[in-house]
Each structure stands twice: as structure tokens, then as C-alpha cells.
């Protein structure tokens, strides 16, 4: 992971990893901001780097033949699984009071590429699944593999211990990813009227961090959690 420095000091209490009472998905707000504003040049770097990546796929497809269409999506695929790795690493550090270095979480996500692209198969073969099945199970079973990232890069986990970690954590805890959610969703709405845009990007920025609070949390109030975790100390 980045190098990282000494946590910052302030006269409010914004550890989430202090806290034992989940404070509601409006209430994780003040955690998540903190969290933002201490690295939110790293986060704004990769956020663009995404973006960039994501758009690649347009220069490609001017080479003729499904040739281009195929590098760039190769090219945006693994730009993705970087940045993803990346991402998960700064907010980590962020909600834990530490400076992280976007260049430097990019360098170092080569060791968690392979796990990671492991991961998002089975997390995403797990949720087909269930949708197939029922659709009822699947509201029950996509909240559960919200950790799997973070456990798979924060302990380096193999592929099936942190998405088994992830089921631990997230148990009696699906209806908070559900309230996270649904302020993300509050949030867009903001952008409905041109007064609200502005609104809705700033607190849209704030809330970024809001996975990795859950993640904490979760991993910090969860004995089970701690019996799968077979990781680098």
C-alpha cells in the first residue's frame, strides 16, 4: 500500500473506527468527507485516469476491423482493474487519517492485478446466479459481497477467503448498503434541476469514501469477520 504519514489531528471525532454504533447511512457523511478532503487529489487523479481509460475505447475503434474495438477494450479493461486497485488502496488509507499517493497506489496494484480480476469474476458470477435463481435472493446476496475488495487488497486475502470475509462482515448488515445506496440515489436526484447539479457533485465527492466507512465498520463490529482472515499481517 502507499506510504503513508500520521493521522491528522482535529477536535472532532471522525474515526468511524471508534465508533460502536453505526451511525445511519446520512450519519457515515461527516467519516466520508474527512476522508475525501485528506486525499481528494489522489482520488480526483484516478478518478480521470477511469475516465480517460473509459473513452480510450472511442480512439480504437478508429483502426477498421473489430481489431480496434478489441484493443480498446482490452486496454480499458486493465486501465480499469488498476485504477480499481488503486482506488480501494487511497480510500483505505483515507478513512484511516493517512496521506496516500495516487501514482504511488498505481505502482504498487501490479501485485493485486491478477486477485483482483479473479475477484470480479466470481463477485460477478455470484450475483448472476442469484438473479437467475430468484430475483428475492439476489437482494440479499449482492449487499453481501460489498467487502470483497476491500478485504482482498486491506489483508491480501486469496479470491475465495475475502468473498467468504465479505459474507462474515456483511451479516445482519445488508440494510446499511441499502441506505448507502439510497442516499447515492438522493444525491442524483440533485442533479435533476440545474440549481442542484453543483449540490449534487459536491456531495457526491463527500460521500465517495462511504464503502470503505461501511467496510470499517463492519469489519470492526464483526467477530465472524475476523475468523476467515488468513492474510499478511
Known amino acids: 500500500m ?3 504519514t500520521t493521522e491528522p ?15 445511519g447511512a446520512f450519519g457515515i457523511y461527516k467519516y466520508s468527507k474527512q476522508a475525501v478532503k485528506l486525499n481528494i487529489g489522489s482520488l480526483i487523479i484516478l478518478t480521470l485516469i477511469s475516465i480517460i481509460a473509459s473513452y480510450s475505447t472511442y480512439i480504437f475503434e478508429l483502426i477498421p476491423g473489430a481489431t480496434g474495438t478489441m484493443i480498446g477494450n482490452l486496454v480499458s479493461t486493465v486501465a480499469s482493474i488498476f485504477v480499481g486497485i488503486a ?3 487511497v480510500l483505505l488509507d483515507s478513512i484511516r487519517g493517512k496521506k496516500s499517493d495516487a501514482i504511488e497506489a498505481l505502482k504498487n496494484s501490479t501485485k ?17 446466479a442469484s438473479l437467475l435463481a430468484l ?11 460489498a467487502n470483497v475488495f476491500y478485504f ?10 475475502a468473498v467468504q470475509a465479505s459474507w462474515d462482515s456483511t451479516q445482519s448488515n445488508v440494510g446499511k448498503v441499502y441506505g448507502i445506496l439510497g442516499v ?14 453543483p449540490f449534487a457533485i459536491w456531495f457526491g465527492i463527500m460521500y465517495y469514501a462511504a464503502s470503505a466507512v461501511y467496510y470499517e465498520y463492519t ?4 467477530v465472524t469477520a475476523s475468523k476467515t482472515i488468513k492474510a499478511k499481517k
Open 184 to 197: 447515492y440515489i438522493l444525491i442524483a436526484l440533485l442533479a435533476i434541476t440545474i440549481v442542484g447539479i
Open 87 to 89: 482506488l480501494v488502496t
Open 2 to 4: 502507499a506510504k503513508a
Open 135 to 145: 430475483i428475492v435472493p439476489f437482494f440479499f446476496i449482492a449487499p453481501r459481497m
Open 9 to 23: 489531528t482535529t477536535k472532532e471525532n471522525w474515526r468511524i473506527q471508534d465508533v460502536n454504533t453505526w451511525p
Open 152 to 161: 482482498l487488497i486491506d489483508k491480501d486475502m486469496a479470491v475465495t477467503d
Open 112 to 128: 493485486y492485478f491478477v486477485k483482483y480480476f479473479l475477484a470480479s469474476v466470481l463477485v460477478v458470477v455470484i450475483i448472476l
Open 219 to 222: 469489519k470492526k463490529n464483526t
